[in-house]
């Protein structure tokens, strides 16, 4: 079993930045892909970001591309997400994931999910 814990969340103002972490622990294996997922009031969850074990490849969704930056430190191991010029449609619950397929971190359908972090990002 994988357990994923995420911090780093809080509220902001627009334009501020923020940096969340996801300390994985337990039985997580060497080759795990590591992502972000956040879910907004009243929406689906969504895709922000993703990581290979290695870090050398990553994916982001358009809407945060050029903003966001994923990274891990697979000795830990832990996946970051440094978030700058947060607008308020970045304002939703992160969720960090974990599986062993970077498509299943890709697509959501992640064996291991934490519980999650609140940003708000006001206008």
């Known amino acids: 079993q994988v357990q994923l814990v995420e911090s780093g969340g809080g509220s902001v103002q627009a334009g501020d930045s923020l940096r969340l972490s996801c300390a994985a622990s337990?039985?997580?294996?060497?080759?795990?892909?590591m992502g972000w997922f956040r879910q907004a009031p009243g929406k689906e969850r969504e895709f922000v970001a993703a990581?290979?074990?290695?870090?050398?490849?990553?994916r982001y969704a358009d809407s945060v591309k050029g903003r966001f930056t994923i990274s891990r430190d697979s000795a830990v191991p832990t996946v970051y997400l440094q978030m700058n010029t947060l607008k308020p449609e970045d304002t939703a619950r992160y969720y960090c994931?974990?599986?062993?397929?970077?498509?299943?971190?890709?697509?959501?359908?992640?064996?291991?999910w934490g519980q999650g972090t609140q940003v708000t990002v006001s206008s």
């Open positions: 994931a974990a599986d062993e397929k970077i498509a299943a971190v890709l697509v959501g359908t992640s064996n291991y």
């Open positions: 337990g039985r997580i294996a060497v080759g795990y892909a």
């Open positions: 990581v290979t074990w290695s870090g050398a490849s990553t």
